[in-house]
T-cell receptor
Framework: QQQVKQSPQSLIVQKGGISIINCAYENTAFDYFPWYQQFPGKGPALLIAIRPDVSEKKEGRFTISFNKSAKQFSLHIMDSQPGDSATYFCAASMRRNTPLVFGKGTRLSVIA | SAVISQKPSRDICQRGTSLTIQCQVDSQVTMMFWYRQQPGQSLTLIATANQGSEATYESGFVIDKFPISRPNLTFSTLTVSNMSPEDSSIYLC??????????FGPGTRLTVT
């Protein structure tokens, strides 16, 4: 049973455009929702994260939107750049120091 | 944040042999996690390693195949035993923090021939 569903699998965005990746979860015990960015040959890097007590969090060009009632959260990348081309994973966990459950990933390509 | 290093960064091993992967953190952490990432796939949890206790394994992973050590608060090892080509993957360690964040090492890329 996949606990975190991520879409789309792949995404092509023009430079300067907005990239949007969506995730949905099933387990209402989840209370931490991070996004990771992974470049080929590298480990996943924590990009931005949110807890359910807020509906949105913004850090630079990256924004998480969180809808607790719909059990959905999304990553928006504003002014997308070719350097943003990577695989993005959403994840969820239940408490501090517990394992993450990952979505299947989205391969983003930003083209000039 | 935490800085995590893994050794080796990559290896090519023969079927039937074993490889031990080391994970070193630059600060003391309670929980360390080992994940596997098959080519082009997402991350799957192998086990959780809490210092001072036995590792907890996820369904489909067993201690005889993936023994883990956690001798102190900054170090852990994962051994992949009696390897087969199906074990070819990226093996990642990560650490938990008191503030929810989890950080990953650079990974160990294992190819079994």
């Amino acid at each position: 049973q996949q606990q975190v569903k991520q879409s789309p699998q792949s995404l092509i965005v023009q430079k300067g455009g907005i990239s949007i990746i969506n995730c949905a979860y099933e387990n209402t015990a989840f209370d931490y929702f991070p996004w990771y960015q992974q470049f080929p040959g590298k480990g996943p890097a924590l990009l931005i994260a949110i807890r359910p007590d807020v509906s949105e969090k913004k850090e630079g060009r990256f924004t998480i939107s969180f809808n607790k009632s719909a059990k959905q959260f999304s990553l928006h990348i504003m002014d997308s750049q070719p350097g943003d081309s990577a695989t993005y994973f959403c994840a969820a966990s239940m408490r501090r120091n517990t394992p993450l459950v990952f979505g299947k990933g989205t391969r983003l390509s930003v083209i000039a | 944040s935490a800085v995590i290093s893994q050794k080796p960064s990559r290896d090519i091993c023969q079927r039937g042999t074993s490889l031990t992967i080391q994970c070193q953190v630059d600060s003391q952490v309670t929980m360390m996690f080992w994940y596997r990432q098959q080519p082009g796939q997402s991350l799957t949890l192998i086990a959780t390693a809490n210092q001072g206790s036995e590792a907890t394994y996820e369904s489909g992973f067993v201690i005889d195949k993936f023994p883990i050590s956690r001798p102190n608060l900054t170090f852990s090892t994962l051994t992949v035993s009696n390897m087969s080509p199906e074990d070819s993957s990226i093996y990642l360690c990560s650490v938990g923090t008191a503030s929810y964040e989890q950080y990953f090492g650079p990974g160990t890329r294992l190819t079994v021939t």
